[in-house]
């Protein structure tokens, strides 16, 4: 009984703090706090109700401990969603199609760092930082992979 207690201890408290990450939907108010942390931009792009990988990264990477921790010090997170069976706002939509394009993704799932400058006529530019997508190795592989190209450019 009290392994079966610890264990389910152990599981509530990987979800919880999986849970206090922030994704931010809205791409705009993402960039008006990434501009106030001074913290680049994680974009994921995914298809969350429908891609292997993409739920594969979630599970392995995403929703992990050592994740959360990362992600609380190193970047503003920004899911960008291209769900089959899931609805969404009309704006959304537009939305992440318009990055899709923007970035040129073909492929879920693709992680994109970015930094965002707004040039004299108000236009954003976004500063490209590195990509990746699935890693094998769980989340010190894949982080490991992430700080290389983070660590090079920033």
Same mark, same amino acid.
């Given at each position: 009984?009290? @392994?079966i207690i610890i264990a389910f201890l152990i599981?509530?408290?990987v979800n919880t703090q999986a849970q206090d990450l922030k994704w931010h939907t809205n791409i705009k108010e993402a960039i008006a706090v990434s501009n106030k942390e001074k913290k680049p931009l994680m974009l994921f792009f995914t298809g969350s109700d429908w891609c292997g990988w993409c739920i594969r990264l979630q599970n392995e990477v995403l929703k992990t401990p050592e994740f959360t921790k990362w992600a609380k010090t190193n970047v503003v997170l920004v899911e960008l969603d291209y769900p089959r069976r899931t609805a969404q706002l009309p704006e959304i939509k537009q939305q992440n199609a318009e990055l899709q394009q923007v970035f040129g993704i073909q492929g879920f799932p693709t992680v994109f760092f970015t930094n965002v400058e707004k040039d @004299?006529? &108000?236009? /954003?530019?976004?500063k490209a /930082?590195? @990509?990746? &997508?699935?890693?094998?190795?769980?989340?010190?592989?894949w982080l490991a992979e992430v700080n290389g190209f983070l660590k090079a450019k920033i």
């Amino acid at each position: 009984m009290k @392994k079966i207690i610890i264990a389910f201890l152990i599981v509530f408290s990987v979800n919880t703090q999986a849970q206090d990450l922030k994704w931010h939907t809205n791409i705009k108010e993402a960039i008006a706090v990434s501009n106030k942390e001074k913290k680049p931009l994680m974009l994921f792009f995914t298809g969350s109700d429908w891609c292997g990988w993409c739920i594969r990264l979630q599970n392995e990477v995403l929703k992990t401990p050592e994740f959360t921790k990362w992600a609380k010090t190193n970047v503003v997170l920004v899911e960008l969603d291209y769900p089959r069976r899931t609805a969404q706002l009309p704006e959304i939509k537009q939305q992440n199609a318009e990055l899709q394009q923007v970035f040129g993704i073909q492929g879920f799932p693709t992680v994109f760092f970015t930094n965002v400058e707004k040039d @004299k006529d &108000g236009r /954003l530019n976004f500063k490209a /930082l590195g @990509k990746t &997508g699935y890693v094998a190795g769980g989340p010190q592989a894949w982080l490991a992979e992430v700080n290389g190209f983070l660590k090079a450019k920033i």
